[in-house]
């Protein structure tokens, strides 16, 4: 008997036929012999109507008061689940974050759990109940105060629970059947992923690709939580994310089958994500003296602005001078171009570019670490395909280039098959994909 | 500087413009200097709907998790409140019942408040800032759950608060100007009331006067609260319901003007109130010995009716025979009926009579303990318009009669001229008259 952390998303729970189909899930689980704890989104669109309405009384909406509001989205949801659960025959109890034990920083809508202390979960756990706890959701200790964790904050609330319950899994669903080698909206051909590192998987969320968010990966990562990212659709298995040390647990099955590559080498590239959220900046001409690009990116923090990529070439076209370039989001480039625009004279560069039609590509593989010539592979694929590569930047398991943004799916699917990537078949991909 | 408590219903804050209205309302009476503590019913519908979505995943909700749901829509709408007040530059604080320190029983959908420790709300009223509570809702120590308080639970909110801080006066919106005569829909001519006793509005409101809940009002006079029903459209003053011993504020004002009959006699009559909820039953003919009024009324109770006027004649048309009648809502009389009729043989009673097409009608005053012959008034005025008269029930203060359900209407205002209740005017009636 396993302890099982189930996380749902909003679109698995848009309506109440939706909310049965989960409960039925849940209760399969439960019928299977497992401990349940679930965290659930708030229904559809709730929070972003919740935001609207906001909105309409008041501009900018009192932080604590947002946050009061936005967490009624959760709280409908875990208790429609837990009734509907109760109406199949099994004892469900919802609890709100705070109820929960999820404690926070006093961040209003982008609070970190800092603590988990779950007993009343145990409690209901131990009198056989399926818990279920509103995600997105903790409480602070000094102020006393309810708080929103932000982006990914469902996911986080999974994980955090897997952890501080010592979970043998914590299952994200989504409507796709797991992490896939590339986005198969982008890249027909792209496979499931049977297992992925999370390292790997960290890569991959942080340079475009969708499923599961960075936070709760990191979190997972730190804390030894084992997720399997899968379909709320299918029973399928998805896709492991295996923290260090960790292995995949159907290895442990006696005669289980495995598929994918088991006992022979890890594939060198894992995936391939895109991400045209980016726009790019060049400062060109930069007096190539210290303290030029501590005075632009000084300017560029100032701003708020996040910084993605930085490359300086090592010479410019004139001696003495240089280029920097960096990419960030698209909506806040041009607060930067402005601010630097206004301080060219100070900072002495002869020109400032702003080009937002450009997207990243990148290929992510643990295996790059022990495998040269990995790259080459990349440049080669770009080349034959006739798409011009405007930045390089690399890490230890990744490769990011900037292409032209209608460059960017032709790109991707070229350098899929180049890494030998393509399934046999086209991925099913369910119309509205979401989480 | 007083403590105002005020409360809004939910067709007061049915929107993004309701909500910011009574936000002005709220800053305009802390810009006078008063400390303002805000009980908030959810928006509109919010509650119907909530109930609705429960009931389409699961047919008997459980009743934890219902009230887990149902007190999310007064979250909902003290957020926003709170934040609609903030935009206008003023301070505001949203607390749920369980922070607002609001003890109840444990009976989910129908909890009583036991206690009330607003701790957190002295602390907030001491800090300047406006405190908005939610309504209908409560916590229960021992199970550590939310609790809904069932029907007036926004109102009883708003009186508990005011007892629990001692508050001046406890301000009851509505979109109508106060407590009238009669319901103007019905009668034209009937008269907002300047004051009423806390008694005669509990009379009117157990008989069919909406408005106010007779919880609410009955919570008011064991704690000594005043009560001042008013309207979220105007800044009128509205109707005062004094308790026993409570003076109407504005007689303490040096040379306000009192309208009304202040240093007169009180007048002999209040209002009058109509009920077309009731269904009659009649059980003719049942054996005039001990035990069968007995017999009758523990089956009655069985079925969990709730029971209003019992009658029983001193005679029937046969010796040694009489009838009892007695009346209750609409839907409980069929099941009632069965219970009895299956029983007709060991009870002995010859026939049972079922009619749903009866309406009530009471006129109230204190007057009635110390006049003779009030009585006389109203069974003239309704004999001078042919209206027969079915059952005749009387209390202290309250004399009511059944009639035909069609004669209901014309015999209200028939009663209401006679008392010589009727205004000058027509009351001005807006549209969609609810709380």
Redesign the interface.
């Known amino acids: 008997m396993a302890l099982i952390v189930q996380k749902f998303g909003g679109s698995s729970v848009a309506d109440?036929e939706s909310?049965?189909r989960v409960?039925k899930r849940i209760v399969d689980t439960r019928r299977a012999g497992h401990d349940v704890v679930v965290a659930v989104s708030a229904m559809g669109d709730t929070t972003d109507e919740?935001l609207d309405?906001?909105g309409?009384?008041?501009?900018?909406?009192?932080p604590?008061?947002?946050d009061?509001?936005l967490?009624?989205g959760e709280?409908?949801s875990?208790?429609?689940?837990?009734?509907?659960i109760?109406?199949m025959g099994y004892e469900?109890?919802?609890f709100t974050g705070s109820?929960a034990g999820m404690i926070t920083t006093a961040d209003h809508g982008s609070a970190r759990i800092v603590d988990v202390t779950p007993v009343?979960l145990r409690e209901a756990l131990d009198d056989g109940a399926i818990v279920i706890v509103a995600g997105f959701q903790g409480f602070n200790r000094d102020t006393?105060d309810i708080t929103t964790l932000g982006r990914g904050g469902s996911d986080t609330t999974a994980v955090a629970l897997a952890a501080a319950l010592d979970a043998d899994v914590c299952e994200i669903y989504s409507d796709v059947d797991g992490i896939f080698t590339a986005d198969p909206r982008v890249v027909p051909l792209a496979r499931k992923l049977e297992r992925i590192s999370a390292e790997e998987m960290l890569e991959l969320a942080a340079n475009g690709a969708k499923v599961l968010y960075i936070r709760a990966v990191e979190y997972a990562r730190r804390h030894g939580v084992l997720i399997h990212a899968r379909s709320t659709f299918t029973s399928n298995d998805g896709t492991y994310v295996l923290g260090e040390g960790m292995t995949d647990p159907r290895q442990n099955s006696e005669g289980a089958e495995m598929s994918d590559a088991i006992g022979m080498e890890e594939p060198v590239v894992a995936g391939v994500a895109i991400d045209r959220s980016q726009a790019k900046v060049a400062v060109v001409g930069v007096p190539d003296v210290p303290g030029s690009a501590a005075a632009i990116f000084t300017l560029v923090a100032r701003t708020g602005a996040n910084i993605d990529m930085i490359v300086q070439n090592a010479q410019s076209a004139q001696p003495g001078r240089t280029d920097i370039s960096f990419t960030l989001p698209k909506q806040e480039a041009v607060e930067v171009v402005k601010v630097l625009a206004a301080e060219q004279e100070s900072i002495g560069f002869e020109n400032l570019v702003h080009d937002d039609q450009v997207g990243k590509l990148s290929v992510v593989g643990a295996g790059m670490r022990t495998h040269s010539g990995v790259s080459v592979t990349l440049f080669e694929a770009l080349s034959k395909n006739g798409i011009n590569i405007d930045m390089i930047s690399t890490s230890e398991i990744r490769i990011s280039v900037i292409v032209g943004e209608n460059d960017l799916d032709e790109a991707a699917r070229a350098v899929h098959t180049a890494y030998g990537l393509d399934g046999d078949v086209e991925a099913t991909v369910y119309a509205g994909t979401g989480r």
């Open positions: 109440a909310i049965k409960a919740l309405l906001a309409q009384v008041a501009p900018v909406p009192a604590r008061e947002l009061m509001l967490s009624s709280r409908i875990m208790a429609l689940l837990a009734m509907a109760h109406s469900a109890r919802s109820q009343r006393r």
